[in-house]
């Protein structure tokens, strides 16, 4: 019987000890892990969007006596910053802004000859005051087929803008007459 009582002691002892190794060996790696992470210098990776500069033109004549030419390239020297970090590592995004430049003529006559860029946008739109007011990148522009069809005395453009910041797109109408006066307002606007 005594030594029954010994017997079961030691195996109270032995279970005892091996769950306070268990956790002091749990503790070690944590601690091993730790140090690790902070020894190691961060990484930090940097990618521009574009990462070249494209050139594009479109040059359209129209039915309804309406010529446009839009001429977009990449601004090489200014971009959007966006950062994520997780852990050690460091992403950095550079999204490039645009220089979309349009002209317009009517009957052979330029009615319209502007950038369509940040500061084109703050100065007819109240959407750069809801979401930071150098925080968009003017993705295309576009002739709005639709309104064309069903209206020959103007035409009607869409600028497709997005905030890499806020994640959000937006689709703004540039509506413009024959005699070059135009107008604008945000259609759309949609988390990606």
């Known amino acids: 019987m005594n030594k029954l009582i010994l017997l079961f002691l030691i195996m109270v002892l032995g279970i005892a000890s091996s769950c306070d190794s268990k956790k002091y060996k749990k503790d070690l790696l944590n601690q091993s892990v730790s140090r690790f992470k ?3 210098t961060p990484i930090e990776t940097a ?9 594009t033109v479109t040059d359209t004549i129209l039915s309804n006596h309406f010529k446009f030419k839009i001429m977009s390239s990449a601004n090489m020297d200014q971009a959007i910053l966006k950062q994520n970090t997780n852990n050690q590592l460091t992403k950095s995004l550079y999204y490039r802004k645009s220089i979309v430049k349009l002209q317009l003529y009517y009957k052979d006559e330029l009615i319209f000859d502007n950038d369509i860029d940040t500061a084109f946008l703050k100065n007819n739109t109240n959407i750069l005051t809801k979401i930071g007011k150098d925080d968009l990148i003017i993705r295309d522009l576009n002739l709005d087929q639709k309104t064309f069809i069903t209206n020959k005395k103007a035409i009607y453009f869409s600028i497709n803008a997005y905030n890499p910041n806020h994640e959000l797109d937006f689709r703004i109408n540039l509506h413009i007459d024959k005699t070059g006066k135009y107008t604008m307002h945000t259609t759309k606007s949609y988390p990606i």
């Open 47 to 55: 990618s521009f969007i574009p990462q070249e500069n494209k050139i």
């Open 38 to 40: 902070n020894s190691i």
